[in-house]
């Protein structure tokens, strides 16, 4: 009996939380993004110079999201995956945030051009 609970509490744990290589995300769920979004797209690829599917992209809504212990607002990771803070899925520009990041394959030094092009890199993300 007590190994079935076990079990039952672990699956329980790693539904309320994902933790991947110093990211901790809290209450996720996978969404459809928001019409607005590919408006959102196509200024950012228009702004950075590169162009790609937007439905090549994985969006998740998460109720908090800590990178290397920080909270953050959103979160990219490859292949094509943007996860936002519930709070943030109808913030353009920590949307376009990390849209430009999947445009530039991750970047996360905020090195390229396109951070200051496109007027988002000061989004915490």
Same mark, same amino acid.
């Given at each position: 009996?007590?190994?079935?609970?076990?079990?039952?509490?672990?699956?329980?744990?790693?539904?309320?939380?994902? &933790?991947?290589?110093?990211?901790?995300?809290?209450?996720?769920?996978?969404?459809?993004?928001?019409?607005?979004? *590919?408006?959102?797209?196509?200024? =950012?690829?228009?702004? &950075?110079? %590169?162009?790609?599917?937007?439905? %090549?992209?994985?969006?998740?809504?998460?109720?908090?999201?800590?990178?290397?212990?920080?909270?953050?607002?959103? #979160?990219?990771?490859?292949? #094509?995956?943007? =996860?936002? =803070? %519930?709070?943030?899925?109808? =913030?353009? &520009?920590?949307? %376009?945030?990390?849209?430009? #990041?999947?445009?530039?394959?991750?970047?996360?030094? #905020?090195?390229?051009?396109?951070?200051?092009?496109?007027?988002? *890199?000061?989004?915490?993300?």
């Amino acid at each position: 009996m007590r190994p079935l609970m076990a079990a039952a509490l672990g699956t329980v744990a790693l539904a309320a939380c994902t &933790s991947l290589a110093g990211v901790e995300l809290t209450g996720v769920r996978r969404f459809t993004p928001l019409p607005a979004y *590919s408006d959102w797209w196509t200024e =950012t690829e228009a702004c &950075s110079g %590169r162009a790609a599917d937007f439905g %090549r992209i994985e969006w998740w809504e998460a109720e908090t999201i800590t990178v290397n212990k920080q909270i953050v607002l959103a #979160h990219w990771e490859k292949p #094509h995956k943007i =996860t936002l =803070t %519930r709070f943030h899925v109808a =913030t353009a &520009s920590v949307v %376009r945030h990390e849209m430009l #990041h999947d445009l530039l394959d991750g970047d996360p030094n #905020h090195a390229d051009e396109a951070w200051q092009a496109c007027g988002v *890199s000061g989004v915490n993300g």
